[in-house]
């Protein structure tokens, strides 16, 4: 009788001991997990920005981001243009230009825009342009041209003040005959012809996809053997942005 007794009380010491375990497990599992730890802050965030802010700075800066594209028709006097992006980057875009004084002169070309600076408030870039100019008239001249550009525009929501510097580059070839009773002689030479250039802006965004730009320029042909004169331009452009890509100080 003692070894029964005894070993009664084994087994529901055994059945206690495991009940309390099975309550200690339970409560265990509705336990709150921890909270999860902060992941650490990027050095760098990118901003979204509404599509119109991005198209206006695409257009009036230059260096559109990937998939960003965009066309420019600019009338004035004395020149007037029709301007093409297409952004193959996060920093590059492609260019095509063609430029027109009064219809005499025109210059296409092809080139690269660069951002170097590219804040939610400021952007800059910098193009450079390859092509080739026809001028007819009284003074007929062709020849390859080049161009360097730096672009910069202040980001003020749906209006952009811009400013463009640029420097014109253009190799004139010439040919001079020299007739002779017994013979013809043709001799070429070369000159170079540069044409400083600055325009001062503003770009508007009236839709999502659609915009106008205002500005004077100035642009002296064959500096400084010419004169230069004033002009003014009014611009529409239309396209399409990703966006706005920008350090830690985006946002102030």
């Given at each position: 009788?003692k070894?029964?007794?005894?070993?009664?009380?084994?087994?529901?010491?055994?059945?206690?001991?495991?009940?309390?375990f099975?309550?200690?497990?339970?409560?265990?599992?509705?336990?709150?997990?921890?909270?999860a730890?902060?992941?650490?802050?990027?050095?760098?965030?990118?901003?979204?920005?509404?599509?119109?802010?991005?198209?206006?700075?695409?257009?009036?800066?230059?260096?559109?981001?990937?998939?960003?594209?965009?066309?420019?028709?600019?009338?004035?006097?004395?020149?007037?243009?029709?301007?093409?992006?297409?952004?193959?980057?996060?920093?590059?875009a492609?260019?095509?230009?063609?430029?027109?004084?009064?219809?005499?002169?025109?210059?296409?070309?092809?080139?690269?825009?660069?951002?170097?600076?590219?804040?939610?408030?400021?952007?800059?870039?910098?193009?450079?342009?390859?092509?080739w100019?026809?001028?007819?008239?009284?003074?007929?001249?062709?020849?390859?041209?080049?161009?360097?550009?730096?672009r910069?525009?202040v980001?003020?929501?749906?209006?952009?003040?811009?400013?463009?510097?640029?420097?014109?580059?253009?190799?004139?070839?010439?040919?001079?005959?020299?007739q002779?009773?017994?013979?013809?002689?043709?001799?070429?030479?070369?000159?170079?012809?540069?044409?400083?250039?600055g325009?001062?802006?503003?770009?508007?965004?009236?839709?999502?996809r659609?915009?106008?730009?205002?500005?004077?320029?100035?642009?002296?042909?064959?500096?400084?053997q010419?004169?230069?004169?004033?002009?003014?331009?009014?611009?529409?452009?239309?396209?399409?942005?990703?966006?706005l890509r920008?350090?830690?100080?985006?946002?102030?």
């Amino acid at each position: 009788m003692k070894l029964q007794s005894t070993l009664a009380a084994l087994v529901c010491s055994a059945l206690a001991a495991g009940d309390s375990f099975a309550q200690t497990v339970a409560l265990e599992s509705q336990a709150p997990s921890p909270p999860a730890l902060p992941a650490a802050a990027d050095s760098a965030r990118v901003v979204l920005l509404p599509l119109s802010r991005g198209l206006l700075a695409d257009v009036v800066a230059g260096g559109a981001g990937a998939g960003g594209w965009g066309i420019t028709v600019q009338g004035g006097y004395a020149w007037s243009a029709l301007r093409g992006y297409y952004g193959v980057g996060h920093r590059l875009a492609l260019l095509a230009d063609v430029e027109t004084a009064l219809a005499v002169r025109w210059r296409p070309a092809l080139g690269l825009s660069a951002k170097w600076v590219d804040t939610a408030r400021l952007r800059i870039s910098g193009d450079v342009l390859l092509g080739w100019l026809f001028q007819s008239g009284s003074l007929p001249r062709r020849g390859p041209s080049g161009e360097l550009r730096i672009r910069a525009a202040v980001l003020l929501g749906r209006v952009a003040p811009y400013l463009v510097l640029a420097t014109k580059h253009t190799i004139i070839p010439d040919r001079t005959v020299l007739q002779k009773a017994d013979s013809t002689q043709i001799t070429w030479t070369a000159r170079h012809e540069w044409t400083p250039w600055g325009t001062l802006g503003v770009g508007i965004a009236l839709t999502p996809r659609l915009g106008l730009d205002v500005g004077v320029d100035y642009g002296w042909v064959d500096a400084p053997q010419s004169v230069a004169i004033p002009g003014f331009h009014l611009g529409l452009y239309f396209g399409g942005a990703s966006g706005l890509r920008c350090g830690a100080s985006c946002g102030s």
